[in-house]
């Protein structure tokens, strides 16, 4: 089986309420304490690489954010996501070139470009294509801005997940989902749910998300987050003395 079957494969036959965990790494330090802790499989966060590399949040170059990925991809021996944003301009056919000259196995896509929606039907038909280019050579996960940049309308979420799903996507991410809502988008969409985990303690963790309805849980940035105020702790001892 191919790296992007073997992905694929972790996304379906799950029990109810053990959705897949995928660890967000920024580097390839941070990817290899995830393989070596047991994980199958990984997603890059933008904004973690982002900010490994001294930049905004969306202001990281394309050439350095695919870069980074194929660091990442080179330390592990497990499958390997990347968040590619908005897929920076590029077409279709160049995208998954890039992509798979990184050695990712799939990747995560916006539906909205600083910040504003894009036409979902223009949109579907950009995911169309890039479905047709990659083949099965990609996991294509979906994101669906509707709860970060859109009126909040689970309707208009679902209609948008409908036809990405229809354009060949093979995972739908409503980043920001109540998660009181997360069951009304798990009953109205075809295929593997992606869910979004604080570790902050302000919402459901990981196995709730699964009991709700998520097929996969993903962090952003939170583990890079995390292990920098880690660090900051640490760079203040050694400070103080």
């Known amino acids: ?33 995830f393989a070596e802790a047991g ?23 394309a050439e350095e954010m695919f ?43 916006e539906d909205s470009h600083e910040g ?7 949109h579907a038909d950009w995911l169309a294509e890039v479905r047709a280019e990659a083949g099965d050579r990609l996991f294509l996960n979906a994101r669906v801005d509707t709860f970060a940049y859109g009126d909040g309308n689970p309707e208009r979420a679902l209609e ?18 109540p998660a009181d809502v997360l069951p009304l988008l798990r009953a109205g969409i075809r295929g593997p749910l992606n869910a979004f985990a604080r570790l902050d303690g302000a919402g459901p963790t990981p196995a709730e998300l699964g009991g709700l309805g998520a097929t996969r849980v993903t962090f952003g940035p939170w583990l890079q ?9 640490i760079a203040v001892e050694l400070r103080e003395g």
Request: proline share 9%; with cysteine; aromatic share 6%.
């Open 116 to 122: 504003v929606l894009k036409d979902p039907r223009e």
């Open 225 to 233: 987050r995390r292990a920098t105020a880690a660090l900051s702790e």
């Open 1 to 33: 089986m191919s790296g992007a079957g073997t992905f694929r494969a972790l996304h379906h036959g799950r029990p109810p309420g053990d959705p897949l965990m995928l660890p967000g790494p920024w580097d390839a330090a941070s990817a290899r304490a």
């Open 39 to 61: 994980f199958p499989a990984l997603a890059t966060p933008s904004a973690g690489i982002a900010a490994s590399l001294g930049y905004a949040d969306g202001a990281t170059p």
């Open 160 to 177: 948008r997940a409908a036809s990405y799903v229809a354009a060949g996507a093979d995972c739908i991410y409503p980043i920001g989902a």
């Open 67 to 109: 870069a980074a990925v194929a660091r990442i991809v080179r330390a592990v021996d497990i499958p390997v996501s990347a968040d590619v944003e908005d897929g920076y301009g590029l077409a279709p056919k160049e995208l998954v070139e890039r992509l798979l000259e990184t050695g990712a196995v799939g990747c995560n896509v």
